[in-house]
């Protein structure tokens, strides 16, 4: 609701935006919503489908983009600069490895127009990195898929955003004792 009263007209980059779940429903919560998924190729053939099963007035306000999130230099002339009100990075920050953040964080800045907002959704442990359980067992398990990771601490990441050129991150939990934005 926050975002839709800021941004009624909203475009949004949803990196690792998977299946596509976010930003359809974001398109049918903000008639006139926009919305690119971008992820792997291999993924994208799947979100096109999905979001072709969607009404006309949703599906046609949502298109992909296959790319990866980790190569900062392929996004340069395919995402055009400042032209997102929003760039969604859910599940994906710790899902890449920790040298490639820094990359992704500043392509987001680069994406976003003047005023707009990165939004970080993952598994975060505590910044004391005891806890919350569930979110440290998720970190641990996924250490098989993505060994050169980073362990998620707010702090870390708000230190990278603000590098970046962000101003100002906050934190706040949104999955009660598992996830944090």
Known sequence: ???????????????????????IVTSRVIPDATSVVLDLPNVIETTK???SEEEESVGS?????????????????VVEEESFDVVLLSYVSGS?????LAGLYENAFR?????????VHDFFINNDGRGPPNSALWALAHVSVNPEGMGLVPKR?????????FIAPRVSELIPGMTKV
């Open 49 to 51: 489908q999905i979001i």
């Open 111 to 119: 994406a976003l127009r003047p005023g707009g907002k990165v939004i």
């Open 1 to 23: 609701p926050e975002l839709a009263a800021e941004f009624p007209s909203m475009r949004m980059l949803a990196v690792g935006g998977g299946s596509g779940a976010f930003s």
């Open 61 to 77: 306000r949502v298109s992909t983009l296959a790319l990866s999130a980790t190569d900062p230099g392929s996004w340069e002339e």
């Open 157 to 165: 990441i708000v230190s990278i955003l603000s590098e970046k050129g």
């Open 96 to 100: 890449i490895p920790s040298e490639a």
